[in-house]
């Protein structure tokens, strides 16, 4: 089969190549691959930043696809079924954060397209207890964004919560920040998203997607804007998903006393300077969140089948498994929102 391989470490070192087909051993699923989302990990590893446990691997893992195979013993999905998969492949199953689920955890974990070959081919291998049924009212696009809108989900639902009456500020208008206000517009919070100039496009379509308001922090006073939508006191949550250093510092003291700040954005650097005093004088939490584990999955599906999250919006160009490289070169333009790989 084709398949979109890294085949060795460092910046590029990628190619289409004809690799063997998988096969479904047991308790796993074969699945051929409908659309592939491409995810700024996969650009970070084409880049040669994320170091692979091994190469060649085929990268991808945000798909959805149709069931042609399935393993001894797999009794919840069958051949013809429209799934999405969650990225785990393999873990310990022993360990504390294994027996609770917390899968995104477990220092054994093996993930799909970082680990072993993802979803960048005509077929993928995964576990049963990974994979989803879509709703039947769920393309197959809309499918191929379940894994980064469980991460929103992850965050705004499981690692804190939201209600209804709070004032909630994200930073980033990529393609996590604009599922993470649409997540946070689906519990009925007001949502001011944060970005730059070079955003104007991604925060116009943010206004259609029900975000109230959006600012280009290079134009307008971003405190001014907060304090007037909180009555001084600052947003209650804050959601900072561009992984920018300047947003993290410049976000922290824009949080109501006793608030929540949530870091979903990852930071190139292990190491930043931060502004701890706003945390410690403001009694703010500051949470991380990791990735998704299986109880974001259903929710975002949910959400996807009840229309409250628009993912057509966001996809704005497909190119097909022979064209990858030029979805990788729109993604590092940056003239796109998301896009996918059809296969």
Not at 210 to 227: A, C, R, S, T, Y
Request: charged residues 25%; proline residues 4%; glycine residues 8%.
């Amino acid at each position: 089969m084709k398949a979109v391989m890294k085949t060795a470490p460092g910046y590029d070192n990628m190619e289409l190549d004809s690799i063997e087909e998988p096969k479904a051993a047991s308790g796993q699923v074969k699945i051929k691959v409908e659309y592939t989302g491409i995810c700024g990990t996969d650009m970070h590893t084409f880049s040669g930043q994320y170091r692979n446990s091994k190469t060649p691997l085929v990268l991808g893992h945000e798909f959805s696809g149709t069931v042609v195979e399935v393993g001894e013993n797999v009794t919840k999905v069958k051949i013809g079924d429209r799934v999405t998969s969650e990225t785990t492949f393999e873990t310990c199953g022993e360990c504390e954060y294994c027996r609770e689920k917390d899968y995104n955890l477990c220092s054994n974990r093996k993930g799909i397209g970082t680990q072993v070959n993802g979803s960048f081919a005509e077929y993928v291998v995964s576990r049963e207890e990974s994979v989803h049924k879509l709703p039947d009212n769920v393309s197959f696009e809309a499918a191929s964004l379940t894994e980064p809108l469980a991460c929103c989900v992850h965050a705004a639902l499981e690692k804190t919560t939201i209600e209804k009456d709070d004032k909630v500020l994200v930073f980033g208008p990529g393609p996590i920040g604009l599922l993470q206000c649409q997540v946070i517009k689906a519990q009925g919070a007001f949502v001011i998203l944060a970005g730059i100039t070079k955003d104007a496009k991604r925060l116009e379509l943010a206004k259609s997607l029900g975000v109230d308001v959006v600012v280009d922090i290079q134009k307008e006073n971003l405190e001014e804007v907060v304090m007037k939508h909180t009555n001084g006191y600052g947003v209650d949550k804050l959601f900072e998903c561009s992984g920018a250093v300047p947003a993290l510092n410049q976000g922290l003291p824009l949080v109501r006393k006793k608030g929540t700040f949530v870091q979903v954005g990852i930071f190139a650097e292990k190491l930043n300077p931060l502004d701890q005093e706003s945390i410690i004088q403001r009694e703010l939490t500051y949470v991380g969140t990791r990735s998704q584990k299986p109880s974001s999955w259903p929710i975002a599906l949910n959400l996807l089948a009840e229309g409250k999250i628009n993912a057509d919006k966001i996809i704005t160009k497909v190119v097909p498994l022979e064209e990858w490289r030029e979805g990788f070169d729109a993604v590092r333009s940056g003239d796109q929102i998301k896009v996918l790989v059809q296969s």
